[in-house]
């Protein structure tokens, strides 16, 4: 190994250790409802995945070989089940550390007999590390991640130029990374990263941010938003082969 290579080689192992340490959420438990911790006992066997250190197969997971779209941070899972129904042709994946939260998408999703949707309880960047095969995603979708507004916090926000080389790795050649975040500073932020990101083009026709595109559902949350005149920004970056 040359001088070079072992310091590309440090660097990188510099930045995983990064990504584990600087976490971007704050595990807050919660108290489950009777129906969450019912939808976990009853639902985990069909719709749960476990973090494992070997990649997945994906398609063997499915039983077919679709398009996979991968949630980061999925909340209370409406917006994503609401995606999974309206797009059956499509194989969706989603992340969230909130056991309150994954209880609440498997419940959701069993009312609303959504079968193309598999969930991770974990945290998402060990998961992408190890978990997720690289080239293996069609789209890597973060809405409304921790904006971490105040300074000193900037350091965990999750969108940084170490983890969007991750999920280079994972997504296929022109494949997707669409961001969505009502916090101005970050969608800002968010830009710059992936202005700077090398392997990464703008979707956008101003190279700025994108409208929002139908496939992602309009939450309470943006449309009481928007009535109060606050802003949402999108912003959608293909893989470049």
């Given at each position: 190994?040359?001088d070079?290579?072992e ?5 990188a192992?510099n930045n995983n250790?990064y990504?584990r340490?600087i976490?971007?959420?704050v595990?807050?438990?919660g108290r ?6 019912h939808?976990l ?8 995945l476990?973090?494992q ?12 070989s679709n398009e996979?779209v991968l ?13 999974a129904?309206?797009?059956?042709e499509?194989d969706?994946i989603g992340?969230?550390?909130h056991r309150p939260?994954v ?6 999703a069993?009312?609303q007999q959504?079968?193309?949707l598999?969930?991770?309880?974990h945290d998402a ?8 095969a ?7 979708q ?7 507004h105040?300074k ?6 999750i969108v940084q130029?170490e ?8 997504l296929k050649?022109?494949?997707v990374?669409?961001?969505a ?19 990464f083009?703008n ?6 941010y994108?409208?929002r ?5 309009l939450?309470k ?10 802003g949402?920004?999108?912003l959608m970056?293909?893989?470049e082969s």
């Amino acid at each position: 190994m040359t001088d070079g290579t072992e310091q590309q080689g440090e660097q990188a192992e510099n930045n995983n250790t990064y990504m584990r340490k600087i976490r971007s959420f704050v595990l807050r438990e919660g108290r489950l409802t009777k129906g969450q911790q019912h939808a976990l006992d009853t639902y985990w066997q069909d719709y749960g995945l476990t973090y494992q250190a070997n990649p997945l197969a994906l398609d063997s997971v499915f039983g077919r070989s679709n398009e996979k779209v991968l949630e980061i941070g999925f909340g209370m899972g409406k917006s994503l089940v609401e995606m999974a129904k309206a797009a059956p042709e499509k194989d969706f994946i989603g992340i969230e550390v909130h056991r309150p939260g994954v209880g609440a998408c498997l419940s959701d999703a069993v009312n609303q007999q959504v079968k193309n949707l598999k969930v991770f309880e974990h945290d998402a960047v060990e998961i992408l590390e190890h978990t997720i095969a690289d080239n293996s995603l069609d789209t890597v979708q973060l809405f409304f991640p921790d904006p971490w507004h105040k300074k000193r916090h900037h350091k965990r926000r999750i969108v940084q130029a170490e983890f969007v080389q991750l999920l280079r790795r994972k997504l296929k050649p022109g494949g997707v990374f669409h961001m969505a975040t009502d916090w101005e500073n970050y969608a800002e932020h968010m830009l710059e990263v992936m202005q700077g990101a090398s392997g990464f083009a703008n979707m956008s026709a101003d190279n700025s941010y994108v409208a929002r595109p139908e496939h992602r559902p309009l939450t309470k949350f943006e449309q009481r938003g928007q009535r109060l005149g606050h802003g949402v920004w999108d912003l959608m970056f293909k893989k470049e082969s």
